[in-house]
């Protein structure tokens, strides 16, 4: 006969999880890149997101959106001061930014996905 003993639970407090987790997100989704000027950053367009979502680059980088999705995607700055015509799978968008300023964008088909480009002097 053999006896059934309960094995030991380990309880973590609900705060270091969620902690824990945010922290994750948090580091997938903004990035600051010390890119200088005449530099080229990319921002990938995959699982109906941009990574980074959020960039800080130099005044006079340049940067590449690249779609990574089956679906098409478009890259569209809300003071339009920029915009890509619809991106198929693998299609790039490049805008160069010359001036300082934070640059906040959408996606013109799916306005959930959004992204900002901060540009300033190092």
């Known amino acids: 006969m053999s006896s059934f003993l309960p094995r030991p639970r380990i309880a973590l407090p609900l ?8 922290s994750g997100l948090i580091v997938t989704v903004s990035s600051t890149q010390a890119a200088t000027p005449g530099q080229n950053v990319d921002i990938s367009i995959a699982k109906f997101a941009y990574g980074p979502q959020d960039i800080t680059i130099a005044p006079g980088t340049t940067v590449t959106w690249i779609n990574h999705d089956e679906a098409p995607h478009t890259v569209t700055s809300t003071d339009k001061s920029f915009a890509s015509k619809g991106m198929d799978t693998d299609d790039k968008y490049q805008h160069t930014f010359a001036n300082e300023g934070d640059f906040a964008y959408i996606c013109t088909v799916h306005p959930f996905m959004t992204g900002t480009v901060h540009v300033h002097k190092p």
């Open 15 to 22: 705060a270091a999880v969620l902690t824990a987790l945010l």
